[in-house]
């Protein structure tokens, strides 16, 4: 890596991942492995829906893709924004909008009693706000079944962007020592 801080940021990651390995359940490290990356992956196979889930609580995170044939009382699709969904390669291809378009349904039609639509309206991409647009999705959805919310607060991310500040000279003064003497 050209960049040292981000070889030793790797490096830190990778050291983390041995740690976490070597306290993981199972017979062999390659048992413990495949248990993290279960645990970790969005496949269908590391979460499941069932009575006993639902009575629980709890919740499950998975793909588009892996929730055909499932339902849950809620569900929850994040990234209904323009270049996401339909993702911007779709956009490209021949069909692509079109598949798109029923890999939204599909995730829709899970829902039995609730569905809720979310999207950024804007990204931060190199320390910049960009806008993003609504999915196309949206607009095609009947408004009678449609309760929008638009939140105004913006402090949460100028509160955030004033955090990682502090957080960033902190830690440039205290890779630099007191500064005092030079």
């Known amino acids: 890596e050209k960049n040292a801080n981000v070889a030793r940021a790797r490096w830190d990651i990778v050291r983390d991942l041995i740690d976490s390995l070597s306290r993981a359940q199972g017979d062999t490290a390659f048992g413990a492995l495949d248990d993290m990356v279960s645990k970790l992956s969005l496949d269908d196979g590391a979460f499941s829906s069932s009575d006993e889930d639902e009575?629980?609580?709890?919740?499950?995170?998975?793909?588009?893709?892996?929730?055909?044939?499932?339902?849950?009382?809620?569900?929850?699709?994040?990234?209904?924004?323009?270049?996401?969904?339909?993702?911007?390669r779709a956009l490209e291809?021949?069909?692509?909008?079109?598949?798109?378009?029923?890999?939204c349904y599909v995730g829709m039609t899970r829902a039995r009693e609730?569905?809720?639509?979310?999207?950024?309206?804007?990204t931060v991409k190199r320390n910049e706000r960009v806008p993003m647009k609504p999915s196309r999705f949206l607009d095609?959805?009947?408004?009678?079944?449609?309760?929008?919310?638009?939140?105004?607060?913006?402090?949460?991310?100028?509160?955030?962007?004033?955090?990682?500040?502090?957080?960033?000279?902190?830690?440039?003064?205290?890779?630099?020592?007191d500064g005092g003497g030079s």
Not at 114 to 122: D, S
């Open 114 to 122: 609730e569905l809720i639509l979310t999207r950024a309206r804007f």
């Open 93 to 103: 291809e021949r069909g692509g909008v079109q598949e798109e378009r029923r890999l």
């Open 140 to 177: 095609e959805l009947p408004t009678e079944f449609v309760k929008p919310y638009r939140s105004t607060d913006t402090s949460a991310y100028e509160r955030q962007q004033q955090q990682t500040t502090a957080d960033g000279f902190a830690r440039l003064k205290s890779l630099l020592g």
């Open 55 to 88: 009575a629980k609580g709890r919740v499950t995170l998975m793909t588009l893709h892996s929730s055909k044939g499932l339902e849950f009382p809620v569900v929850v699709m994040c990234g209904m924004s323009e270049g996401l969904l339909p993702h911007r």
